[in-house]
């Protein structure tokens, strides 16, 4: 994370450093917390996404709570970053396995 994160008033403010996270894996993270947050993302500075979210107007969510928001949102980011590098490492595993699904035998060796 390239600043400090915090909380101030009832927003989360986190910084992903980009040259760490992709936009994808953000964006996928905070689809997650859109039941109960408003989300806004920018691009500082070319090397880091400012992430806020703030509680939905109808949402009761207290101080403790929030805190608990900042940590879990912390770690969905790093583990929306390591989903986004194993589907790429594994995108040929996956094609091969899903042609040998549909080939009806076509590959199938001979003995």
Known sequence: MADKN???GNEIVVYADASIFTRDAVLKCLYWY?????????????????ICIKPHLNSNINLAELELYLLKLERDLVDFQLRDIVTKETQNVRDLLIAKAFSNGEFDEEP
């Open 6 to 8: 915090f909380i101030k």
């Open 34 to 50: 859109g039941d109960k947050f408003h989300t806004d993302v920018s691009f500082e500075n070319s090397n880091a996404y400012r």
